[in-house]
């Protein structure tokens, strides 16, 4: 069993930054794919952006891209998303996925099986 535990959601004005972050509990760290997601009131859940196992590919949804870019260090079994230019229709409760023994970075819900809490992000106009 994986667990996943985001951090740093919180309420910013549009134009701010924030950064997210999500810790694994299990090693073998390096072998997974892993993803941020979001889902605002009344919407489906969609895929930010993925990154494969090495953190060498990243896959974006058109929504962030040139905004958002989403990292791996896996000495520290971390997870992060860097979200800069924040606007108010990016206001969504963010989760991190995972999904061990893969290579490709995807944005496809059933490709993950281990999912966070989630962290809520609020964005004013």
């Known amino acids: 069993q994986v667990q996943l535990v985001e951090s740093g959601g919180g309420s910013v004005q549009a134009g701010g930054s924030l950064r997210l972050s999500c810790a694994a509990s299990?090693?073998?760290?390096?072998?997974?794919?892993m993803a941020w997601f979001r889902q605002a009131p009344g919407k489906e859940r969609e895929g930010v952006a993925g990154?494969?196992?090495?953190?060498?590919?990243?896959s974006d949804a058109d929504s962030v891209k040139r905004r958002f870019t989403i990292s791996k260090d896996n000495a520290k079994n971390t997870l992060y998303l860097q979200m800069n230019s924040l606007q108010p229709e990016d206001t969504a409760m963010y989760y991190c996925a995972a999904q061990m023994w893969c290579t490709i970075a995807t944005l496809r819900e059933s490709d993950f099986r281990y999912w966070g809490q989630g962290t809520q992000v609020t964005v004013s106009s």
């Open positions: 990154i494969n196992n090495d953190g060498g590919s990243t």
């Open positions: 299990r090693s073998r760290y390096s072998s997974y794919c």
